[in-house]
């Protein structure tokens, strides 16, 4: 097989599959490993060249040539003809080959070349496939027959060829001609005559015996062959002897010594050649086969591993033999149509094992003549698991095409710039859309305007690698013009290089949701203020009752606030202090007011109905459902850290937080406020009282930030 219909069989390999560009990696692969020069060419233009191309050509890379017209490597005096020829195939017209033409190397040198080219179809793009073959050698091989015409005329002066003729009695010197002259001359700086004998030639002795057993075997044998490696040459000849006789008797023995150099090293290279198709068929994964008259006559060792049978069990059998029966009748159809139009066959087909499993392959052939015997060389690939991939890559597209199409959700696919690929139905719905009026748009065409910087920043933290998906809640508008609010989540989708393809956003209609919250945030609002409103009429019907302490509720839950927020408590919690604070004193509403205003001193039994307003306070607000635990914040604010407080004796960690902080500005209101039964103390006793009995009293740490507020932030207690 010809090494440009080599190279069709690959090109064939890759036709059927869509998703790869023109030449495949596996095909460049294929043709630099050829020691023949390859281009392939689209409009007139390299697309590439193998190694091969560029060492005929004396390039370095293929950067050299990349988008450069494939007439600048032809001579000026061959290049119209070119011209005409490469027009006349791009319009599909028959084309005879380029017996010679001459080449132009990249330094400008011209040399002798064939060229050979076809043409190949790929995704609709037809592209030009050229061998170049240097001529170099034929040419001059031409130049050294015409010469060796002359050279028969004139065989005496030896101009190529070593002869010579020795003495029959004593092998001495009768004749030589220039060639072994300087032979001679150049490897010993010897200068050679008639009568000189191999010792007086040679200076190794083993090579003067060598030549004695020659001429002795010639003159036994009448005439002698032997290839001879010439020393201090790296060439070898094929000497020729021939008994000279006069009336039967031997007088002379002459010597024709014929250059091989060249020969040998081409059967070197067909012997490396022969041997390297042996590795390579031998170690390929894919199987091999050779069909002389439509019987197998070799198969390599992956044919066996593929089908099971060993070689001697398949040669001489039928090639569809082996395929399933259904698929016989086509497969001898292809096979005998390939035969009679030599043309190439690429064919898939369900093969039947030794062990009757049944697998998928593809099978490759061309048709070449080896020994002027039509032969058909075939490639077969086992494609079962890529088969059975393929159907479960269809299955599993079907469903995803179904679970996206019917979701119950809204489903797209978009582009890296942001345009719709696909939508599903509920998207369509939602939107008021059809399929036909989105496919092409933009997202941010639909987005309400205030949300559109969302989807940019969103789309540009997964281009940038930092994320690969994220959620979302955006606006977007109707068809009508309404806005419809979206739960989306986003997710980039990329190849296996890591460059992205496009993304898949999935959205959920929040609307209701949406309108839900906002509506209960009103009504959260309203019941806030009502609450706040409650509490106030209730601080206020508390104050009414003792009015010696008007204001004092509310001065306490302003500084438990302050207090609170300084500690960095949450803002929940605090909102809680701040209600518990407005009524921590409603237990009050229960003690005779002779005595909330008593101006003297209380004595123990009236202590006891003061310190019954706690309890009184915690049986009125426990029937309250309020979000914060009011009633027992209510309920210890008099309790101390070291149990000494009232009426159950807490101590540390046993005190809510809001206790422990509701406690020290009740303490510091009260101390910086007149009573009925005292003047004012003052605030810096109030400081000196919370200070002193940190730790043993008062909660230390809620002790330190109520004392920076009032020394270092200034904070002031309201008239």
């Known amino acids: 097989m010809s090494i440009r219909d080599r190279g069709f069989v690959e090109i064939e390999k890759i036709r059927g599959d869509e998703a790869r560009s023109f030449p495949t990696p596996e095909l460049r692969e294929f043709y630099n490993e050829l020691d023949v020069a390859v281009s392939i060419s689209s409009h007139g233009t390299?697309?590439?060249?193998?190694?091969?191309?560029?060492?005929?050509?004396?390039?370095?890379?293929?950067d050299e040539l990349s988008g450069t017209s494939i007439t600048e490597q032809i001579a000026e005096s061959d290049r119209a003809m070119v011209i005409d020829r490469s027009t006349r195939r791009s319009r599909g017209e028959t084309v005879e080959d380029y017996k010679w033409v001459m080449g132009l190397r990249k330094d400008g040198t011209v040399f002798p070349m064939n060229i050979r080219v076809s043409s190949s179809t790929f995704h609709n793009e037809i592209y030009a496939i050229a061998f170049f073959i240097d001529l170099s050698e034929v040419f001059d091989a031409q130049t050294k027959a015409f010469e060796f015409q002359n050279l028969l005329s004139a065989i005496v002066e030896g101009k190529h060829h070593m002869i010579w003729v020795v003495d029959a009695s004593n092998f001495g010197l009768l004749f030589f001609n220039n060639i072994v002259k300087e032979y001679f001359r150049q490897s010993r700086d010897l200068t050679i005559e008639n009568g000189m004998k191999p010792e007086d030639l040679f200076q190794d002795e083993a090579i003067v015996q060598l030549w004695y057993q020659t001429f002795q075997t010639a003159l036994r044998e009448k005439y002698h062959t032997i290839e001879w490696?010439?020393?201090?040459?790296?060439?070898c000849a094929l000497l020729h002897l021939s008994a000279l006789e006069r009336e039967g008797h031997p007088y002379g023995i002459a010597v024709f010594g014929e250059d091989i150099t060249q020969r040998k090293e081409t059967e070197n290279q067909l012997k490396y050649s022969e041997e390297r198709f042996r590795v390579l068929s031998e170690n390929a994964l894919t199987g091999i086969f050779i069909l002389h008259n439509n019987a197998l006559s070799y198969v390599n060792p992956a044919m066996e591993r593929i089908f099971g049978y060993s070689s001697e069990e398949v040669i001489g059998a039928s090639a569809v033999s082996f395929l399933h029966p259904d698929d016989q009748k086509a497969g001898r159809e292809l096979f005998y149509k390939a035969q009679q139009e030599s043309s190439t066959m690429q064919y898939e087909a369900r093969a039947i094992c030794k062990d009757k499993t049944v697998k998928y392959v593809e099978i490759l052939t061309v048709q070449v003549q080896m020994n002027d015997v039509p032969t058909t060389i075939g490639n077969l690939i086992d494609i079962t698991e890529r088969k059975t991939a393929l159907n479960r890559l269809r299955e599993s597209e079907e469903f995803f095409r179904t679970a996206f199409e019917n979701a119950y959700i809204g489903a797209a696919l978009t582009s890296i710039d942001g345009k719709f690929l696909q939508v599903n139905n509920y998207l369509c719905d939602i939107l008021s859309y059809n399929k036909e009026e989105l496919i092409g748009r933009s997202f941010n065409d639909i987005t309400y305007e205030a949300d559109r910087q969302i989807g940019i920043d969103i789309i540009a933290k997964l281009l940038s690698g930092e994320s690969d998906r994220a959620s979302f809640e955006k606006r977007y508008v109707t068809k009508q013009?309404?806005?419809v609010w979206f739960l989306g989540s986003i997710g980039i989708v990329r190849d296996i290089a890591g460059k992205p393809l496009y993304f898949v956003t999935y959205l959920q209609n929040i609307t209701d949701r949406i309108t839900a919250e906002k509506n209960l945030s009103q009504s959260y609002e309203k019941l806030s203020i009502a609450l706040h409103e409650i509490v106030t009429c209730l601080s206020s019907a508390i104050e009414q009752k003792d009015p010696y302490t008007n204001g004092h509720q509310q001065r306490v839950s302003d500084l438990a606030v302050a207090i609170a927020t300084e500690m960095g408590i949450s803002a929940d919690t605090i909102e809680g202090i701040r209600i518990a604070g407005m009524i921590h004193?409603?237990?009050?509403?229960?003690?005779?007011?002779?005595?909330?205003?008593?101006?003297?001193?209380?004595?123990?039994l009236e202590m006891s109905f003061i310190r019954l307003h706690v309890i009184n306070g915690f049986t009125i607000l426990n029937n309250i459902h309020f979000t914060w635990p009011i009633a027992e914040i209510v309920y210890q604010h008099h309790e101390r850290m070291d149990g000494s407080g009232y009426p159950r004796g807490l101590m540390g960690d046993q005190m809510m937080i809001e206790a422990r902080i509701l406690a020290v500005a009740d303490v510091v209101e009260a101390m910086s406020s007149h009573r009925p039964y005292r003047p004012m103390l003052g605030l810096d006793a109030a400081l000196d009282e919370i200070s002193r009995n940190r730790g043993t009293l008062y909660d230390p740490q809620v002790v330190e930030h109520c004392v920076r507020l009032f020394r270092e932030k200034g904070f002031t207690l309201s008239v």
């Open 585 to 604: 004193d409603i237990g009050k509403i229960s003690i005779p007011s002779d005595i909330l205003s008593k101006p003297t001193k209380l004595n123990e």
């Open 46 to 62: 390299y697309v590439f060249v193998n190694y091969a191309f560029l060492k005929l050509f004396g390039y370095d890379s293929n």
């Open 229 to 235: 490696k010439i020393p201090f040459r790296e060439t």
């Open 481 to 483: 013009g309404d806005i």
